[in-house]
């Protein structure tokens, strides 16, 4: 078998294109695509004939400043072109360093949920996100990456509210710009 095997191609697409649709407007670190992938689970199972990719049991993802957590993940393509990556358990995790120091972008939720093709990604059950000094949480967050919008609501059972919390932006940007114009 020459090249690299078809379920690594999966694996580093999906998250690849997982890190840069959570980013948003603040850009992921570019150069994390372009490291080696490290994978640790208790187990694995690859399909390569139904295009799904299974790792459970502690699994552990890294590439670059990319780190993923959970107790199970999995990774669906056709033909070998991801379309939809799968993260679960007690709590997924993903951790990313941004390009610009901007920061970096951390989601947790019991369920991370991202569909490549209308880049849009879920997160059900204790979902917090946070990018740079921004953060949200709530039962249930949607991402559409593509519109760069997202939705937030409670749970179903009426408890844990949307919380977020946004740092000013003006005073920094006018702090900024006077510090480069001598204060003028």
């Known amino acids: 078998m020459c090249g690299e ?17 959570l980013s948003g407007a603040a850009v ?16 694995m199972a690859i399909d390569e004939g139904k295009g799904v990719s299974i790792y459970q049991g502690r699994v552990s993802y890294v590439q670059g400043t990319v780190k993923m957590t959970a107790d199970k993940v999995t990774i669906y393509s056709i033909d070998g072109e991801f379309y939809r990556f799968e993260a679960e358990g007690k ?9 610009d120091n ?14 490549a093709q209308q880049g849009h990604i879920l997160l059900q059950g204790n979902a917090h996100v946070t ?3 921004d953060e949200f949480s709530g039962s ?6 593509n519109a760069d919008v ?27 710009s006077q510090d480069s114009t001598g204060g003028q």
């Open 140 to 145: 249930h967050i949607e991402y559409d990456a």
């Open 102 to 115: 901007k920061g970096e972008l951390q989601a947790k939720a019991q369920l991370i949920d991202y569909h």
């Open 150 to 176: 997202v939705n937030a609501r409670k749970a179903a059972n009426g408890g844990e509210r949307v919380q977020v919390v946004i740092q000013p932006r003006e005073k920094k940007e006018k702090n900024e």
């Open 28 to 43: 992921a670190l570019t150069s994390d695509s372009e490291k080696p992938i490290q994978i640790e689970a208790d187990s």
């Open 5 to 21: 095997p078809m379920y690594l191609k999966i694996i580093k697409g999906a998250l690849t294109v997982l890190a840069l649709s």
């Open 131 to 133: 990018r740079g000094e």
């Open 91 to 99: 709590r997924a995790t993903y951790r990313q360093l941004l390009d």
